[in-house]
């Protein structure tokens, strides 16, 4: 491996570095991104039990709050439980913005790596093809200069799409399950919402 990063020359670093934050940020999000952590099954009939049999209370809501997204989700209802439905449906969509937002923490990050690796790959092998014509002299080419611009302008190329790929798969699988959680937190706090104003039982 250390040869190989040796042939690319000095272009292959920042691929490298970059490589290594989307590593850091694929691994982050995976265990940030867990259902059970975002929106744990059992936390809406929890927390319709616990508002039929003691009501909404300050330590209601500051666990509810502690306890997940979703949970600032309800807390937030909750909070303006006594106000009309258009109220608690504001301010549901407030905080699940605002949840949301923190849900895509990393992503652009992510993405931007998956845009740029090719582009440091592209400015690898332009390196490397200066390094080719620079091996051309009048009496004829150096094959020491040019097998290194060719190892340069490759090695280069080839893993700046490495890092790309990978990238962009996990990219395009987070935002799909940041998606998925945002709207499985909003059908439950519609039915919260419901369930308080008598619209189901």
């Known amino acids: 491996m250390l040869a190989i990063i040796e042939a690319a020359g000095w272009p292959i670093w920042p691929l490298i570095l970059a490589s290594v934050l989307a590593l850091a940020i694929i691994i982050e999000r995976f265990y940030s991104l867990r259902v059970s952590e ?42 303006n439980v006594k106000s009309t439905r258009e109220v608690m449906k ?26 740029i690796a090719p582009l440091l790959g592209l400015l690898g092998t332009v390196v490397g093809m200066i390094e080719i014509f620079g091996s051309q002299t009048p009496t004829g080419s150096n094959p020491a200069i040019l097998a290194h611009g060719i190892s340069v302008a490759l090695y280069n190329t080839a893993f700046g799409l490495i890092v790309a790929i990978p990238a962009m798969i996990f990219y395009r699988f987070f935002r799909a399950r940041v998606d998925s959680l945002a709207v499985d937190m909003e059908q439950q706090a519609i039915k919260l919402v419901e369930i308080v104003h008598g619209e189901r039982s």
């Open 38 to 79: 975002i929106s744990p099954p059992a936390l809406l009939p929890s927390v319709i039990k616990q508002l039929r049999d003691h009501g909404v209370s300050d330590d209601m809501l500051a666990k509810l709050t502690a306890d997940s997204p979703l949970g600032q989700i309800l807390a937030a209802g909750l909070r």
């Open 90 to 115: 504001e301010s549901i969509e407030e905080t699940g913005r605002a949840v949301v937002h923190d849900l895509e923490r990393f992503l652009t990050s992510l993405g931007t790596i998956a845009a």
